[in-house]
């Protein structure tokens, strides 16, 4: 069974960086295409980014586009999310989950998704 573990969070200013890491154990991680959410308090979990383990598309939400950044090294069975530029807004505890199917993924309907880490949670703030 697959298993999820998210790092890198923390408590950084607005205008900084950090790197987020997704790492699986179990079946090999290049099986899955990898999603991205966040969920900031008092608010619904809403997709962030997706990365199809296909083809390697990637799919980013508006709000995020040109700050932040999704890869993979199957290798190493560990996905990550670069988030540059950090808003207050970006505030949430962030999670990857993962899923055969991508679409489901960049839906972001996540009461569908089973497989999931317990979170790493951004603070954005002076």
């Known amino acids: 069974q697959l298993q999820l573990v998210e790092s890198g969070g923390g408590l950084v200013q607005p205008g900084g960086s950090l790197k987020l890491s997704c790492t699986s154990s179990g079946p090999p991680l290049d099986d899955y295409a990898i999603g991205w959410f966040r969920q900031a308090p008092g608010k619904e979990r809403e997709v962030v980014s997706c990365?199809?383990?296909?083809?390697?598309?990637?799919y980013y939400i508006d709000s995020v586009k040109g700050r932040f950044t999704l890869s993979r090294d199957n290798a190493k069975n560990t996905a990550y999310l670069q988030l540059n530029s950090l808003k207050p807004e970006d505030t949430a505890v962030y999670y990857c989950?993962?899923?055969?199917?991508?679409?489901?993924?960049?839906?972001?309907?996540?009461?569908?998704?089973?497989?999931w880490g317990q979170g790493t949670p951004v603070t954005v703030s002076s």
């Open positions: 990365i199809n383990n296909r083809d390697g598309e990637k």
């Open positions: 989950a993962a899923d055969p199917l991508y679409s489901l993924l960049v839906a972001g309907d996540y009461r569908y998704l089973q497989t």
